[in-house]
């Protein structure tokens, strides 16, 4: 503010001067010689002067108070300019012509990648997501939480069909022949248990066999059934093609027709997965999960030395050199930035007009005038200025083509 009216004293001292030399020229002009190119020039400076000093004046108020019309256009159009401002920056600064080009020139994805490769930035960024989910953790109410597990768990999953599921399920693992290794395994340590448990099953034998029965007896029978099950039991476990296995096959092909057939199955299926899923315990395990949850977030992620922290930190610094290394990727990620940048242009490009839009029309007019000339006052006492020594130059040529041509 100060330097703006230092600059309107030094545009007012001119044209003072220009007065005050028209002044002395007029007088002295009558004695001849060059006054009269003195007083020409000074003349046309007061008039260049004047004149441009109106028109800076007419700017931001009425010149000398007298309404004349067109005058104080700031404060009358404040209004008017605050929307031509909006519209001019939402049109030249924010249309996606001019930030697509500048953030796709800028390499976006090759900054991000180094920054992220950094240990130190993925630090930051890894602290910053501890933050961010401890906050967002602590805002949720626990009730909240087991709602959201309950909608996203197990009201979802009593919506499922779930005999067509099991039916699935089921269908995958015969096609994948994975079953197989379920026989294998009961088949291998049915063995084993035969092998190693030999006196258990005898003494089992003899507590059901009646008490007339002779122990010789027993001891054969025992030996007889032993080696039977025994061989049966190995021929399931190391032939693939046992007609147990065969057994097994047929019953769950059948068991998959009738989970997707056969209606009272699918009720009795249906029924018993609501009742579990409607079990306190189900209920207390998803609340526990979500406690859990909560707990894991706000202790680990925000540890500086905790295995998840670390990992995350890893995981950003990998990514970070991914976005490095891989030029598709990085491609990728500028697309995306480029869009996302368009994309937050775009919305923001009305909401930026509207403020300044709005900002501009709650000002008052003169305070709205006063702040334009505090910013670009001192540059228009310069039009002044120059209006004053142009006008003084234009005034002697003229008197001096007048005088010596014409």
Aim: glycine fraction near 6%; hydrophobic fraction near 45%.
């Amino acid at each position: 503010m100060n330097d703006v009216r230092a600059m309107k004293r030094r545009a007012t001292g001119l044209l003072v001067l220009a007065v005050v030399v028209y002044v002395i020229a007029r007088t002295l002009e009558a004695e001849g010689g060059a006054w009269g190119y003195v007083r020409a020039a000074a003349e046309a400076a007061m008039v260049g002067g004047l004149a441009d000093w109106f028109a800076v004046t007419a700017l931001f108020r009425h010149p000398l108070r007298i309404p004349i019309p067109h005058t104080a256009i700031i404060p009358k159009r404040k209004d008017a300019i605050g929307d031509s401002l909006g519209d001019f920056v939402q049109t030249n600064f924010l249309s996606a012509e001019v930030v697509a080009p500048r953030v796709e020139a800028a390499a976006p994805a090759e900054r991000l990648g180094s920054w992220l490769a950094n240990p130190d930035s993925a630090r930051s960024v890894a602290g910053q997501i501890g933050t961010s989910l401890s906050g967002v953790a602590e805002v949720l109410d626990d009730r909240q939480v087991q709602a959201a597990i309950d909608e996203v768990v197990v009201d979802r999953l009593s919506r499922l069909d779930a005999a067509n599921g099991i039916a699935t399920a089921i269908e995958a693992v015969t096609n994948g022949r994975h079953h197989e290794v379920l026989v294998d395994a009961l088949s291998r340590v049915t063995i084993e248990y035969l092998i190693h448990n030999q006196a258990t099953l005898r003494l089992m034998l003899g507590d059901e066999s009646p008490w007339w029965v002779p122990g010789a007896v027993d001891d054969a029978v025992f030996r007889r059934l032993h080696e039977a099950a025994y061989n049966v039991v190995s021929a399931i476990r190391y032939d693939q093609g046992h007609p147990a296995r065969d057994a097994l096959d047929r019953q769950l092909a059948s068991l998959v027709e009738r989970l997707r057939t056969d209606e009272v199955m699918r009720r009795k299926v249906a029924t018993a997965v609501a009742n579990i899923l409607d079990h306190p315990d189900v209920r207390q395990v998803s609340a526990t999960i979500g406690q859990e949850l909560k707990q894991f977030i706000v202790t680990e992620m925000n540890d500086p030395n905790s295995a998840a922290r670390v990992r995350v930190e890893q995981a950003i610094v990998e990514f970070g050199g991914r976005i490095r290394s891989d030029e598709n990727l990085r491609k990728s990620v500028d697309d995306w930035l480029v869009r996302a940048a368009v994309h937050v242009s775009d919305q923001l490009r009305p909401e930026v007009a509207g403020l300044i839009s709005s900002t501009v029309e709650r000002w008052d007019g003169e305070e709205t005038s006063d702040r334009i000339e505090q910013q670009i006052g001192r540059d228009l006492q310069f039009i002044r200025i120059n209006g004053t020594l142009v006008g003084g130059l234009a005034g002697l040529a003229i008197h001096a083509i007048g005088t010596n041509l014409l």
